[in-house]
C-alpha cells in the first residue's frame, strides 16, 4: 500500500498525475483477478 501512495506522490511530483491513477487501477485490477481466483478455488 506505502508503495502505491509513494509511485502516486512521485508523478504527482513531476507533473503526472495520470500515470499513478492508470498505475493504481491496474493494480486494483489485479486485487480482483486474486479474490475471483481464490474464490473459485475455494
Known amino acids: 500500500m506505502t508503495d502505491k501512495v509513494s509511485t502516486m506522490a512521485k508523478d504527482a511530483n513531476t507533473g503526472e498525475p495520470n500515470a ?23
Open 20 to 42: 499513478g491513477v492508470r498505475r493504481m487501477s491496474l493494480n486494483r485490477g489485479d486485487v480482483f483477478k486474486a479474490f475471483d481466483e481464490r474464490i473459485s478455488n475455494s
